[in-house]
């Protein structure tokens, strides 16, 4: 067999400074090309990975077809099961584009409420939640954006929202892939993961509708609807924690999308606002149109694609009765089914014996404690996949809903042509992080930042946030400081669960001001070019938020809310 590689702390000049200052500049440039240079996502993720592969051999040590076989086996990790998750997520999303059944599901719920500050409740909290969910990629922003534009919202107002709205959801967007990738890389569970994060997001998921109303109708809109803009931040706070603590990470956003949803449906037929402010479709059909096409535009930004989508039809109005509408919520309630069985015990254990665990090929490292490192083992999990369990949903979703076989393939394919560009950018992150990790560089980072001490658990949440303000990516974000984020942990006497859960529940804070998503909004709202002032209107409450999961972290690592985790 091969000579095991084992990582030391401080391999540059026996200095626990110099190491980590080598071991941060790929993270330095990835930043530098990404916020900077505003380079594409997956040319700076190249980049980076081989400045990553020069320090790892040249500073740390690393044989280099070792830190080589490090990259490819995190690659190969990028592409399954996490690419694999998002292609079917979306795929059945784009089948729903393709039949018209989005459109229905867009006026169903639309039709909740005429006035203007409850549907943008609505649109970009519940819905967009929906949305993050299947989906992500940044097509929350770009549809909710989008709708609230055709009701008549200015489009700084409407961009705003969107972007604000677009909070609480994202750490277990696109099925739960963030918390996937965060519980690979910190050798955590994923239910562990999703616990504890399902403890600090719904605390921000309370409070943004009262965010979003302030933000479309000032005090007004405050004083006027915040019972139900209050409801729905509860409802949909208390269902996130109950699914993502007791039911599944991968629906978690979906459930409580839905949850809040029916709970202002039902407070409706009861209560209304003072005053309604009326929803105007100024916009007309030119908005509409944006709205229908808001999801391509968000894949060729934020994903770099250039391929074509699948043609969009106008669903006409005779369409929308109540079957058609089952129909078009028909993919969630497929969802929920599907995952809610594949967690009951007989059926979980019948999908685990396709598991299939071995050895990455030539891949011989220990941790800096010379024990094994876990991310060397490779699973593939055939059919307890998320992604899989994804697959067999849009083969049924594709059936009820009237898509035809043939058709189906062509919107598949498509989905494809149009994440290459994102799957190259995840590959090449998640290669960038093995590397990173197995080669010693994220555990000297961590031990020069354990030196903080106790004061950590505040900058905990300001990593991940810094990630995804960079990245755009939760997901990245995790990739990059998940495994660091423990690492401290382990070194200053604090729970590893605790502070990698806050690098991705800090990190969903940074969404809505990283580049990828202001440069999505702006363009679905017509304000090309206002980045710099969209930026300048979200920013403060971002900084907000970020202050307040700060204040949460520090508060659970003591002993005042110590009890929330588990």
Known sequence: MESEFRPVL??????????ALAAATPLLLLFVLLGAVRMKAHRAALAALACALVVAAAGFGMPVLTAANSALAGAAFGLFPIMWIVVNAIWI????????????????????????????????????GLLEALAGFGTPVAISAAMLIALGLAPMKAAAAALVANTAPVAFGAMAAPITTLAALTDLSVHE???MVGRQTPVLAAVVPLVLVLIVDGRRGLRQTWPAALLVGVVFALAQFAAANYLSAQLTDVVAALAATGALVLMLRRWRPAEEVAAESAAGERAAARAEGAARLAHRVEAGADGGGPALRTTPAE???????????????????????AQIGPVKALLEQTTTAFPWPGLHVLN?????????????DWLA?????????????????????GESLRVYWHTLCRLRTAALTVALVLGLAYLLNLSGQTTAIGHWLAGAGAAFAFLSPV???LGVAVTGSDTSANALFGSMQATVAAQTGADPLLYASANSSGGVIGKMISPQNLA????????DGREGDLLRKVIGWSLLFLLAMCLLVVLQAGDVLGWMVP
Request: hydrophobic fraction near 50%; charge should be positive; include cysteine.
């Open 520 to 527: 999505i909004a702006t363009a679905v709202t017509g304000i």
């Open 385 to 405: 996949s998320s992604g899989t369990l994804l697959l067999l949903c849009g083969i049924a979703v594709a059936a009820i809903i009237g898509l035809r076989p």
């Open 193 to 195: 993961v999703s616990s």
């Open 10 to 19: 401080d391999p540059v000049g026996q200095s626990a400074g110099l190491s």
């Open 368 to 380: 800096a404690d010379g024990t094994p490192a876990k991310s060397t083992v490779f699973t593939l």
């Open 93 to 128: 999303y784009n089948m729903t584009v393709q039949t018209g059944h989005f459109e229905v599901l867009r006026r169903s719920i639309c039709s909740v409420s005429p006035d203007l500050r409850v549907q943008a409740v609505v649109i970009a909290f519940c819905f967009g």
């Open 463 to 465: 990593l991940g946030w």
């Open 319 to 341: 369409r929308r009765g109540r079957a058609e509408t089952l129909r078009a919520y028909a993919p969630y309630l497929v969802i929920i089914a599907v995952f809610s069985l």
